[in-house]
């Protein structure tokens, strides 16, 4: 594996075919992903795997969530952002709106439903963490969703990371029978791409280096 390659190459994609995927390359993945370090070596994620009809039962159910709460696809901050971030968000929508005009699509819905659709993936993967963890805790589930990422990518997989479904926590919980002591953290939506599709040409720009950098000598 070619790992700046990989790190270069790897986007989110939100059109899949398909295609299942053996359950065997799925466990390797994940070997791989739990490689991840973690504080203390607690390792303490989890994964919900999702599959079949009850991935389409799970769909079903988050988009009808969503369309009665009407929650969409956002940051989630208490305040507001700084204007450099907003900036950032709002060029990325700007260069997907060919996109979206080429399949005839309103983004918002193509967006907000496609995320409870898990952009038609075959496979759904959720990490969970305890409640009895801290929410720096997160900061391994970050950890070790990069490591999935990247090692789908090298699989010929691909992958988009999904964060607007936790706010259906609630509906996620009741269909899959996940204990109340859980977080559902994030989910992944895991297949081989849609070549046909548009809107998998895309790949989000990033800001310069030294927008994000202070040097302390």
Same mark, same amino acid.
């Not at 370090?37 to 039962?57: C, D, H, K």
């Given at each position: ?52 009809? +009850? ?38 929508? +700007? ?123």
């Amino acid at each position: 594996m070619d790992l700046l390659k990989a790190i270069q190459e790897r986007k989110s994609i939100r059109a899949f075919k398909p295609d299942p995927i053996p359950r065997e390359k799925i466990e390797e993945l994940l070997k791989l992903a739990i490689n991840a370090p973690s504080a203390i070596n607690l390792q303490p994620w989890e994964f919900v795997i999702v599959t079949g009809e +009850e991935r389409e039962r799970l769909s079903r159910r988050l988009i009808k969530a969503y369309k009665e709460k009407q929650i969409s696809c956002g940051p989630g901050n208490v305040k507001p952002m700084p204007k450099a971030v907003t900036k950032r968000g709002a060029k990325t929508l +700007e260069q997907m709106n060919p996109l979206f005009e080429e399949m005839r699509v309103n983004p918002d819905q193509f967006i907000n439903e496609g995320s409870c659709n898990f952009y038609g993936a075959p496979v759904v993967i959720l990490i969970c963490l305890d409640d009895s963890f801290p929410k720096s805790r997160l900061v391994d589930i970050g950890l070790i969703l990069g490591y999935l990422l990247l090692a789908a990518h090298e699989y010929g997989l691909a992958t988009c990371p999904i964060g607007l479904i936790t706010a259906y926590e609630d509906e996620i919980k009741d269909v899959l029978n996940i204990p109340e002591n859980k977080m559902v953290v994030i989910g992944v939506a895991l297949g081989y791409p849609d070549p046909n599709s548009p809107i998998n040409q895309f790949k989000s720009p990033r800001d310069h280096l030294e927008n994000f950098l202070r040097w302390i000598e």
